[in-house]
């Protein structure tokens, strides 16, 4: 008939080959320019790039290798959680990125050990690029000029001699930091040992051995202490380290909870254990399972905070 138009059943594989094709020019664009910024500056044709220069050239580079995955038309539910948009280097800083700072730059940290980008989406970035982004950071993370009529006066342009020297953080504020890189390892001991207490109460509830009060209280004293410590690394990672600025309010608060139900539970436990002859209280072992329920959901939020929301996929 005329007037109708057929759709051929190869057209959506041609755009998604049209759009690798651009995707890669894209990337070969980034690539290139970088290359030649950064040779123009080496065989002394140029000067030292401009912050502004820097700045520009990661967003170019992030845009350009990223932005597949980080952005928030993506299809990596992962990805947008941890990064949800790439795309706007001001959000990138608050995000991953500590001025100044290499070792509490999560940036830095991906790129430098070759993690991101990963193998399926081009692989590691080449070294002209990751000298470009430590450039960057070291010299304090700057945005690119904004132009137009309605652009700010731009910032004044440091010393290249101290340009690239990187801010150094207060020591104190660096060994908060660095506790809270602990925190993963800390955070399993108190969990494990205070499900042990409720495994060994409910094994006594069920006719086991006397022995077993003794285990349970073991395991409150020391899954208390350690719930404290490992509460505390976990703030000093949100608050110093490179987690700051994500949603992980709901993680931290439900673990302070978790933390003065378990204290409760230990001065329950300490009292059940002084009056042995009474046997333990409902109380006691109402708190003791309300504390195990507690630590298996702010567990979960831990678990999405890391793998993303849906790391229980099936």
Same mark, same amino acid.
Not at 90 to 114: K, N, Q, R, T, Y
Not at 239 to 251: M, S, V
Not at 278 to 298: D, H, I, Q
């Given at each position: 008939m005329q007037g109708t138009t057929r759709t051929s059943p190869t057209d959506?594989?041609?755009?998604?080959?049209? !759009?690798?094709?651009?995707?890669?020019? !894209?990337?070969? =664009?980034a690539r290139l320019a970088l290359a030649g910024?950064?040779?123009?500056?080496?065989?002394g044709a140029a000067p030292p790039p401009r912050q502004d220069d820097l700045g520009r050239a990661v967003q170019d580079l992030l845009r350009a290798r990223c932005a597949e995955c980080h952005a928030p038309d993506s299809d990596n539910p992962k990805a947008r959680k941890h990064l949800d948009d790439v795309r706007d280097l001001a959000h990138v800083i608050?995000?991953?990125?500590?001025? !100044?700072?290499?070792? =509490?730059?999560?940036?830095?940290?991906?790129?430098?050990? !070759?993690?991101?980008?990963?193998e399926d989406d081009g692989g590691p970035l080449s070294e002209i690029e990751r000298g470009v982004i430590r450039a960057w950071i070291l010299a304090g993370a700057p945005l690119p000029e904004v132009t137009g009529a309605a652009a700010p006066a731009p910032a004044p342009v440091p010393d290249p001699s101290v340009a690239t020297t990187p801010a150094e953080p207060a020591t104190g504020l660096r060994f908060l930091g660095w506790l809270g890189r602990l925190h993963p390892a800390l955070v399993h001991f108190p969990i494990a040992l205070l499900l042990a207490a409720a495994l060994a109460e409910l094994l006594r509830m069920l006719g086991g051995a006397p022995w077993l009060a003794s285990a349970a209280r073991f395991c409150i004293q020391i899954g208390c202490a350690g719930a404290l410590v490992a509460g505390a690394t976990g703030w000093f990672s949100t608050e110093y380290g490179t987690q700051a600025g994500r949603d992980i309010g709901w993680?931290?608060?439900?673990?302070?909870?978790t933390i003065a139900l378990s204290i409760v539970l230990l001065a329950l436990s300490e009292l059940a254990h002084r009056r042995a002859g009474a046997g333990p209280s409902k109380r006691y072992r109402l708190v003791l399972f309300a504390t195990v329920v507690l630590v298996g959901v702010t567990g979960h939020f831990g678990g999405m905070l890391v793998h993303g929301s849906d790391y229980l996929a099936w």
């Amino acid at each position: 008939m005329q007037g109708t138009t057929r759709t051929s059943p190869t057209d959506p594989l041609l755009a998604r080959a049209r !759009g690798r094709v651009a995707a890669r020019a !894209g990337r070969t =664009f980034a690539r290139l320019a970088l290359a030649g910024l950064a040779g123009a500056w080496l065989a002394g044709a140029a000067p030292p790039p401009r912050q502004d220069d820097l700045g520009r050239a990661v967003q170019d580079l992030l845009r350009a290798r990223c932005a597949e995955c980080h952005a928030p038309d993506s299809d990596n539910p992962k990805a947008r959680k941890h990064l949800d948009d790439v795309r706007d280097l001001a959000h990138v800083i608050d995000e991953i990125v500590l001025p !100044g700072d290499l070792d =509490f730059s999560e940036l830095w940290e991906v790129v430098a050990d !070759g993690t991101m980008p990963p193998e399926d989406d081009g692989g590691p970035l080449s070294e002209i690029e990751r000298g470009v982004i430590r450039a960057w950071i070291l010299a304090g993370a700057p945005l690119p000029e904004v132009t137009g009529a309605a652009a700010p006066a731009p910032a004044p342009v440091p010393d290249p001699s101290v340009a690239t020297t990187p801010a150094e953080p207060a020591t104190g504020l660096r060994f908060l930091g660095w506790l809270g890189r602990l925190h993963p390892a800390l955070v399993h001991f108190p969990i494990a040992l205070l499900l042990a207490a409720a495994l060994a109460e409910l094994l006594r509830m069920l006719g086991g051995a006397p022995w077993l009060a003794s285990a349970a209280r073991f395991c409150i004293q020391i899954g208390c202490a350690g719930a404290l410590v490992a509460g505390a690394t976990g703030w000093f990672s949100t608050e110093y380290g490179t987690q700051a600025g994500r949603d992980i309010g709901w993680h931290r608060w439900l673990a302070c909870a978790t933390i003065a139900l378990s204290i409760v539970l230990l001065a329950l436990s300490e009292l059940a254990h002084r009056r042995a002859g009474a046997g333990p209280s409902k109380r006691y072992r109402l708190v003791l399972f309300a504390t195990v329920v507690l630590v298996g959901v702010t567990g979960h939020f831990g678990g999405m905070l890391v793998h993303g929301s849906d790391y229980l996929a099936w």
